[in-house]
């Protein structure tokens, strides 16, 4: 069994006592999924994952027992989000005969609690196709990423290169679409890479310029090394979006180029910002390359540890070390006015992400495709390792302090001590015991989701009570602060704290009285 080994030398001593406790804890040795680790220093929560080749939704707890499952007819394509609302909302697949690779999704459905079908939207066609990932917004829309076919003849006249352009190219979409129920909507918004290019191939045309000048606009003829299968075509290959309120801005994984990019979504401009792989854009050399093929990239909620920051899971296929998976946090330079710095000849900053697990790079732990990772409210970090559906959870110091193996293949509920097969995940997220999602929900344990489970001594790390604890830390702090104020006035809440269902100016002085004291 493949093992997550830090090799911080002061964390190799808990790594292996933790190690030591989970297998006290439950008992057994030849345990293959399920739960390995659940130890003291976790974040106690429900845990939300969709594997990928089947089409359920599963909901667990720290114990690894299902607490909630949600049924379709479509296989994940690829992420699904808990709401606020109890409801989940999820990407699934359909066939296509045109768009064939990774991620394909092409449906978006939205289920309560009890499993109803409550929305459906397809967009699967010839033109255009939605895949991998999804983002529902404030205003209740959804933001999705799609492909959109371009002919051979439209990527030659954008300036593509005929050598490499085969019989179509894919252009990243993408969209906002206003739901309409129970089945279809609107797109509201969009935004194409197709209007954004840049290529100094023909310079008959207008998009024709050298790329480090126009560190805004997509080179039409770059394919970074190793690119994919199927690079001539799906020559981007987007697989994340994240939104930032506070900014109105969209980030978008780009894994296709080794970017993370930053668009803004109150217009259709080029791009504000790109980090990752500057000679996408013609500043830089191999040495300067920090991505490898990444996923997830998206802001830390505020609130939460590194608020504000990026988080990555960079998966790190054709690393020049190995390839060796990691994930990164990133402080993104910003400006007084908000703009992102570039001079004329450097590629946009920083050189180096602030934190990095592991330390060391470690050739056990890597993941070529899908996988991502979450910041948790106590500064640990939620990582799925998702070609193997591995999904654990690290301290600041990268010790081991969760673990746990998705038990669902293809053809269902895995046999506990049988190998893992076919158990991909493409993210996971988990949420906490005072998400609003959870208030009136029975949330009995309906045991573990594999068959014949092993025995289990395991037990949940249930928190004190604190009022005013929003973000679950363990402290009354700024980051409860900045929730509350984020949340005021809002009524049939989880934050209210004076019991009239509601958060207003009581509760709030009742934060302030406790504030910095710990639960």
């Given amino acids: 069994m493949k093992r997550v080994i830090n090799k911080t030398l002061n964390y190799t001593a808990i790594t292996l006592a933790l190690w030591g406790l989970s297998l006290s804890c439950l008992g057994q040795t030849e345990r293959t999924v399920g739960l390995f680790t659940n130890a003291e220093e976790s974040f106690n929560g429900y845990t939300l994952f969709a594997p990928v080749s089947n089409e359920t939704t599963y909901l667990i707890d720290n114990c690894g027992a299902e607490i909630n499952s949600w049924e379709s007819t479509h296989r994940a394509g690829m992420m699904a989000y808990l709401l606020d609302d109890g409801c989940i909302m999820r990407a699934g697949k359909t066939s296509s005969k045109i768009f064939i690779g990774g991620g394909l999704g092409g449906v978006i459905e939205k289920f309560s609690w009890s499993g109803e079908l409550l929305w459906t939207f397809t967009m699967a066609n010839d033109s255009v196709h939605l895949h991998h990932d999804i983002e529902v917004l404030p205003n209740g829309n959804v933001l999705a990423i799609a492909w959109k076919m371009n002919s051979a003849e439209d990527a030659i006249s954008k300036g593509r290169d005929p050598n490499n352009t085969g019989l179509n190219v894919w252009s990243t979409m993408i969209l906002e679409i206003e739901p309409t129920y129970p089945q279809g909507g609107h797109v509201v918004w969009s935004w194409d890479a197709w209007d954004h290019l840049v290529q100094d191939f023909d310079p008959s045309l207008p998009s024709y310029g050298n790329p480090r000048d126009f560190p805004g606009k997509i080179d039409v003829n770059y394919e970074a090394l190793g690119g994919t299968s199927y690079a001539a075509r799906d020559w981007l290959h987007a697989n994340s979006v994240d939104y930032n309120p506070l900014r109105n801005e969209i980030m978008i994984s780009v894994r296709g180029f080794s970017e993370l990019w930053i668009i803004d979504r109150d217009s259709s401009s080029d791009l504000k910002y790109r980090w990752g792989n500057p000679m996408a854009y013609g500043r830089g050399v191999e040495e300067d390359q920090v991505l490898f093929q990444q996923h997830n990239c998206h802001w830390i909620e505020p609130g939460l540890p590194g608020e504000g920051q990026v988080l990555i899971y960079n998966n790190g296929t054709f690393r020049p070390e190995g390839f060796y998976s990691s994930v990164e946090q990133v402080?993104?330079?910003?400006?007084?006015?908000?703009?992102?710095?570039?001079?004329?000849?450097?590629?946009?900053?920083?050189?180096?992400?602030?934190?990095?697990?592991?330390?060391?790079?470690?050739?056990?732990?890597?993941?070529?495709?899908?996988?991502?990772?979450?910041?948790?409210?106590?500064?640990?970090?939620?990582?799925?390792?998702?070609?193997?559906?591995?999904l654990f959870e690290v301290n600041e110091m990268g010790g081991l302090v969760w673990d746990y193996i998705n038990p669902v293949s293809i053809w269902g509920a895995l046999e506990q001590t049988t190998s893992a097969f076919g158990n991909s995940v493409f993210q996971a997220q988990r949420y906490a015991p005072n998400y609003a999602a959870f208030t009136g929900r029975n949330l009995t344990p309906l045991g573990e989701i594999e068959i014949n489970p092993l025995p289990?001594?395991?037990?949940?790390?249930?928190?004190?009570?604190?009022?005013?604890?929003?973000?679950?830390?363990?402290?009354?702090?700024?980051?409860?602060?900045?929730?509350?104020?984020g949340e005021f006035g809002c009524t049939n809440c989880s934050l209210d704290i004076d019991g009239d269902e509601s958060f207003g100016i009581s509760d709030l002085l009742v934060l302030l009285s406790a504030f910095g004291t710990s639960c």
Wanted: hydrophobic share 30%; net charge negative.
């Fill in 331 to 390: 402080k993104l330079p910003l400006l007084i006015d908000g703009e992102y710095p570039i001079s004329a000849d450097t590629p946009y900053g920083p050189e180096n992400p602030e934190w990095r697990y592991p330390e060391d790079l470690d050739s056990e732990f890597f993941s070529q495709n899908v996988s991502g990772a979450q910041r948790l409210p106590n500064g640990n970090t939620l990582i799925c390792e998702g070609a193997s559906g591995h």
């Fill in 456 to 485: 289990s001594m395991c037990e949940i790390n249930v928190a004190p009570t604190c009022p005013g604890d929003f973000n679950y830390d363990y402290v009354i702090s700024v980051q409860d602060l900045i929730v509350a104020l």
